[in-house]
């Protein structure tokens, strides 16, 4: 069976950290560009941060740069979302998502037509 399951999610205060991981079954991660996006109450889906499949490059939102660091787990057929000094503002559902032959920047940017998403791990930032 083909999934993607988010984790790490939960309730952090302002300035904390967490670790969101995306896990792929029934399909091997590293043939896929692979992205995370969030989408908070009456807003729309956003790209927050995507790396392509082959070369590694990576895209942030202008929003999480210098916060947010994604990476792969090959070895665990696992993307992770770094997430450190967070804001009350990055309360969100968070999914993950991949697709093929995509670069990382369209992949975040948009049309979000992807082959295969999770189904989101929620984020509260609160005090």
Excluded: H
């Amino acid at each position: 069976q083909v999934q993607l399951v988010e984790s790490g999610g939960g309730l952090v205060q302002p300035g904390g950290s967490l670790r969101l991981s995306c896990a792929a079954s029934g399909f091997t991660l590293d043939y896929y560009a692979i992205g995370w996006f969030r989408q908070a109450p009456g807003k729309e889906r956003e790209g927050v941060s995507c790396i392509s499949s082959s070369s590694g490059m990576k895209y942030y939102a202008q929003s999480v740069k210098g916060r947010f660091t994604i990476s792969r787990d090959s070895a665990k057929n696992t993307v992770y979302l770094q997430m450190n000094s967070l804001k009350p503002e990055d309360t969100a559902v968070y999914y993950c998502a991949a697709r093929r032959f995509a670069s990382a920047q369209a992949m975040c940017v948009g049309p979000y037509d992807m082959d295969y998403w999770g189904k989101g791990t929620l984020v509260t930032v609160s005090s």
